[in-house]
């Protein structure tokens, strides 16, 4: 029943059994090929690209719908470059001091280390805020619910988003990113999620050997 409120659901599709099972097996085999990438290439890549991923993400269901969340693409060289200088000097900190060596030893196996040269080669950077509240237009904070589960939601569809539109993408989070407020100018009521680089991988890009845990390691039927 329709009031101002709810109105009849109107996107639903429904398939046939058999076109449902073969569309989930060809988006997990597709996304079976998707890599997280350190070496892009410096091709441009479409504005109208970027922001349909964006909009992609921004259809994530949120805790009370209140979409927690806030993505700046950054494409300037000049801005990619103070965002690398920044985060440099903190993962310098990271792998020297603060890091033990459990984590390091994690790490390790991807061969990561304080240089993030991708930072200036991919051509955008998406960076993506979690808002813990918002503020009203009378200046009253709007507490946000599941803000971490909701961001993390959209991220992972942006994730896909990216993959499927034939691009390759990194998954970046900074040793203590609030450079990221600043070189950004953006509010106080936001906090750096995750940056995720975007773009063509490098000719002979190079991934690390990894494997991924089975199926009945992660789910299971009751």
């Known amino acids: 029943m329709a009031t101002d409120k709810f109105v009849p659901l109107g996107s639903y599709h429904e398939y046939a059994p058999e076109e449902m099972e073969r569309r989930a097996a060809s988006f997990y085999a597709d996304l079976q090929r998707r890599r997280s990438v350190r070496h892009f290439s410096d091709r441009p890549v479409s504005r109208d690209v970027v922001r349909h991923c964006l909009a992609a993400a921004a259809s994530a269901p949120s805790g009370a719908n209140m979409q927690p969340w806030y993505f700046v693409a950054v494409g300037d060289p000049e801005v990619k470059r103070e965002i690398r200088a920044a985060a440099e000097t903190e993962e310098r900190e990271f792998y020297l ?35 813990p509240y918002s503020v009203a237009p009378d200046g009253v904070k709007v507490k946000h619910y599941f803000v971490r589960e909701s961001v993390g939601i959209a991220t992972g569809i942006l994730v896909a988003a990216v993959h499927n539109a034939g691009l390759a993408a990194l998954p970046y989070t900074p040793s203590r990113p609030q450079f ?4 950004l100018g953006r509010p106080e009521n936001e906090r750096p999620f995750l940056v995720l680089v975007v773009g063509y991988p490098a000719e002979g890009a190079m991934v690390p050997v990894i494997e991924k845990k089975s199926f009945d390691e992660i789910a299971s039927f009751i």
């Not at 240089?115 to 200036?120: D, I």
């Not at 080669?121 to 993506?128: G, H």
């Open 180 to 183: 990221l407020l600043r070189i």
């Open 97 to 131: 001091r603060r890091a033990g060596q459990e984590w390091l030893h994690a790490l390790s196996a991807l061969g990561t280390d304080c240089h993030k040269p991708f930072l200036e080669q991919a051509p955008y950077l998406i960076v993506v805020f979690a808002q």
